[in-house]
């Protein structure tokens, strides 16, 4: 599904990823871990069009997409959310979901201001879509509620719902579960699964190694911007180098 072949990314004389590669295979829940500054969320912009890289290159399904644009990603089927999130706090949590829907839609501006059968047709399709996403992540009853009204952990799935309406064959997860609680986590949890279970592909940078351990099907292990390690939960969590560089004592 994605392929990372020996890229780096430098800003001016720094270097915050240095010939980083790696594969993740259609239908995997595949973690990204390593210390803060270990270059994870560089490596994230790099793959979705934030960042421009330095060198090397990044295929979804065999598909150039190093160097694009953030919405030609989106249209080939690689989402992601953020690790601060970015929602339109002012928004309804369905209008929210509907943003996603953009790069979905045929409707040109001549539509919006005509407001002809197509466009009218195109947004009520939409506006259904919408609300079975928010009702997927649990949202349902959520869905005139301003995004900014939501309780955090709420707002991480309103996030997730704005991603898959644009349609993701991969979708990227940047600290999905930073700052909640247990039973937040665990809902969080379940919600990956049921996604993976749906044919879709999930990339995940966590902090919680507990989590990463018991979800994911291979994990990569970054640190000063290389890559130290990868492999099955249980051979990164034994790996003399990742305990060094991280896991320490939370690698049981």
């Known amino acids: 599904m994605l392929t ?36 994870k969320t560089t490596l994230f912009n790099c793959m979705t069009g934030l960042y421009g890289v330095s060198s090397g290159e990044i295929l979804l399904a065999g598909e150039r997409v190093h160097n694009q644009k953030p919405h030609r990603i989106v249209q080939r089927g690689f989402a992601r959310t953020f690790q601060n999130i970015r929602l339109f706090a002012n928004m309804s949590a369905l209008d929210n979901v509907r943003v996603g829907r953009h790069v979905r839609t045929r409707a040109g501006v001549l539509g919006a201001v005509l407001r002809d059968r197509r466009t009218r047709a195109e947004e009520a399709d939409n506006r259904r879509r919408a609300q079975a996403l928010l009702d997927f992540v649990g949202l349902g009853n959520k869905a005139r509620t301003l995004a900014g009204h939501l309780a955090y952990g709420e707002q991480r799935r309103l996030e997730i719902a704005r991603a898959l309406a644009t349609e993701p064959r991969l979708l990227a997860l940047d600290e999905p579960v930073a700052g909640m609680n247990p039973a937040e986590r665990q809902q969080m949890r379940e919600l990956f699964l049921r996604l993976r279970s749906q ?54």
């Open 4 to 39: 990372v072949v020996g890229v780096s990314k430098r800003f001016g004389g720094i270097t915050a990823l240095q010939e980083v590669s790696l594969e993740v295979r259609a239908g995997e829940i595949y973690g990204l871990i390593g210390p803060n500054g270990a270059g």
């Open 199 to 252: 044919g879709l592909t999930l990339l995940l940078i966590e902090h919680d190694v507990k989590l990463v351990m018991g979800l994911c099907d291979r994990v990569a292990v970054l640190d000063y911007g290389r890559k130290i390690a990868e492999g099955s939960p249980s051979e990164v969590r034994q790996n003399p180098a990742v305990i060094a560089a991280y896991l320490g004592g939370d690698a049981a």
